[in-house]
């Protein structure tokens, strides 16, 4: 399909996690995958606002994307099932779970910052704000570097839920 997804986070949720992010905050993210969804006539741009933002949040997106030209806003509580079985051409976030959650799928994600799966090959990492734009422009150059191997995804999933956090414990 021609349909991309972007994962947004809340807006108010500490933007600055990991080492590095492309962009200064996910506003400013936002609002340059607007600016790109504009070049891309295509593509059929989603924006998923994150299901467990507070309220402000919500209200933010309402009010600066409901009428986005380029950007549909679709239902936080859509269930992500249902865009896996859409068969996105890829989705995009900053960090976190949808990474390792739809590339299981053998859905394409590409991460716009540092995340807990940068030392894997089962996502796209853009480097810098350039090489986000080029990865989405020529997006079939860039699929093939993907890897969807779901040893390297299980692994992933052992270190981060379960060895890492009960080394830690986190869960107790």
Not at 81 to 88: A, C, L, Q, S
Not at 151 to 167: G, L, Q
Request: proline fraction near 3%; glycine fraction near 0%; charged fraction near 20%.
């Amino acid at each position: 399909s021609n349909n991309v997804y972007i994962f947004a986070h809340d807006f108010f949720d500490n933007p600055h996690r990991f080492r590095w992010m492309i962009f200064q905050d996910f506003f400013v993210q936002l609002k340059f995958l607007e600016n790109i969804a504009s070049k891309t006539k295509n593509l059929n741009w989603y924006l998923k606002p994150h299901p467990n933002a507070i309220n402000e949040n919500y209200n933010l997106f309402n009010k600066i994307f409901s009428n986005s030209k380029y950007l549909k806003l679709i239902d936080k509580d859509l269930n992500n099932f249902e865009i896996i079985n859409k068969k996105p051409k890829f989705i995009i976030t900053n960090y976190w779970t949808v990474a390792h959650e739809f590339a299981y799928h053998n859905i394409p994600v590409i991460n716009t910052g540092d995340n807990l799966h940068i030392n894997y090959n089962f996502c796209l990492h853009a480097k810098n704000k350039k090489h986000l734009e080029k990865i989405i422009l020529n997006f079939n150059n860039y699929k093939s570097k993907i890897n969807f191997d779901k040893k390297s995804i299980y692994e992933f999933i052992y270190m981060d839920y379960f060895y890492s956090r009960n080394k830690h414990n986190e869960f107790f």
